[in-house]
């Protein structure tokens, strides 16, 4: 009865070393994921607060100002031209007169007048435009197009 003890007793002792090392490892396998966890955890944060403090340093960016006149631009008119002057925000004020600041410059062509007038009601309608000022507009007699020049101020 004792040899049979002793026999049982050596081998819950291998089977419970060899469990805990088993343990241990799996332990150490789940803190190692855990801190992998944690660190993207905290890089998912830092991304989401650098996406909301862009959006918080501007309410409206190029990309955003420039897809949302392309969305409402008649197929009839062609852009030649899309220059967005410096947004306010963050720009050194000395260096860039004021009436150039917050200012979308926009050339193209058309065929038909009414084009151009559908075009400059669409840009009325955009949240994010103060002012739509057409300031020119021309007849090419050699491709028989209007050529014109809008300017706005974004709010």
Do not use: M, W
């Not at 002057?85 to 050194?92: F, I, N, Q, S």
């Not at 200012?103 to 103060?130: M, P, Q, V």
């Amino acid at each position: 009865v004792l040899c049979i003890t002793f026999i049982l007793l050596l081998v819950n002792t291998f089977i419970r070393n060899n469990l805990e090392q088993k343990y241990n490892l799996q332990r150490g396998v789940l803190n190692q994921l855990q801190q992998t966890q944690i660190q993207h955890e905290k890089i998912q944060n830092n991304k989401k607060s650098s996406a909301d403090k862009f959006i918080l340093e501007s309410n409206i960016r190029y990309a955003v100002i420039a897809d949302k006149i392309a969305s409402i631009l008649p197929d009839e008119i062609s852009l030649t031209r899309l220059h967005i002057a410096p947004l306010d925000r963050g720009v050194k004020k000395e260096k860039i007169p004021q009436y150039l600041l917050n200012t979308i410059f926009i050339e193209g062509n058309s065929k038909d007048n009414d084009i151009i007038g559908i075009f400059l009601d669409n840009l009325k309608r955009l949240k994010f435009i103060k002012e739509v000022h057409l300031d020119n507009v021309k007849h090419d007699n050699r491709d028989n197009r209007l050529s014109f020049k809008i300017r706005l101020a974004i709010k």
